[in-house]
């Protein structure tokens, strides 16, 4: 059964104190890998895809990271307005309507 | 890129009740459409998807249906509303590169 596990579940961050999000996947035939970000009581925001291991993507402070088992989110000097909810999903090659597998999400609160 | 519309923001229903959440879809034609509900603190659950007009997948038996009576417009209904139906209903497109971009959501609240 495909899965995606992330990691930690919760987050406590300093303003300025970087730190990665973690999320594991165990699927066949990966298409894609996107991350979210949600703020509270709101629709999930799309931040990046990746495709294939190896690949990178950067958005102000932020740095997504593609490996063949895990993607990491990298967050550099964060600030209190990154605190939210991060989700990320994957994407397989079968299924007519490529349904997205989403985990459980990474609440990141980071403190002034 | 498409933008997802949804209303009511928020909903109190009784139980026994029947439910019509709506969803639009702007900017994009023919669309991928997705139904989702996220319990507090968990991820998000896919409930329906439709990849074109009367064309409704179902994938979690329960006591809610889906129509697409429009090539833009997707809606979610139930004929009688139970306690577990409460949740954070989300509705996303699909968008060139299997990307989803989802609305600002639905907080129902069943009593």
């Known amino acids: 059964e495909d899965q995606v596990t992330q990691s930690p579940e919760a987050l406590r961050l300093q303003e300025g104190e970087s730190s990665s999000l973690n999320c594991s996947y165990t699927v066949s035939g990966l298409r894609g890998l996107f991350w979210y970000r949600q703020d509270p009581g709101k629709g999930p925001e799309f931040l990046f895809t990746?495709?294939?291991a190896g690949e990178e993507k950067e958005k102000e402070r932020l740095k997504a990271t593609l490996t063949k088992k895990e993607s990491f989110l990298h967050i550099t000097a964060p600030k209190p307005e990154d605190s939210a909810t991060y989700l990320c999903a994957v994407i397989i090659s079968s299924g007519s309507a490529r349904q997205l597998t989403f985990g459980s999400g990474t609440q990141l609160t980071v403190l002034p | 890129s498409q933008t997802i519309h949804q209303w009511p923001a928020t909903l109190v229903q009784p139980v026994g009740s029947p439910l019509s959440l709506e969803c639009t879809v702007e900017g994009t034609s023919n669309p991928n459409l997705y139904w989702y509900r996220q319990a507090a603190g968990r991820g998000l659950q896919l409930l329906f998807y439709s990849v074109g007009i009367g064309q409704i997948s179902s994938e979690v038996p329960q006591n809610l249906s889906a129509s697409r009576p429009q090539d833009r417009q997707f809606i979610l209904s139930s004929k009688k509303l139970l306690l577990s139906d409460s949740g954070f209903y989300l509705c996303?497109?699909?968008?060139?590169?299997?990307?989803?971009?989802f609305g600002p959501g639905t907080r129902l609240t069943v009593t």
């Open positions: 990746l495709y294939s």
């Open positions: 996303a497109g699909r968008g060139r590169a299997y990307e989803q971009y």
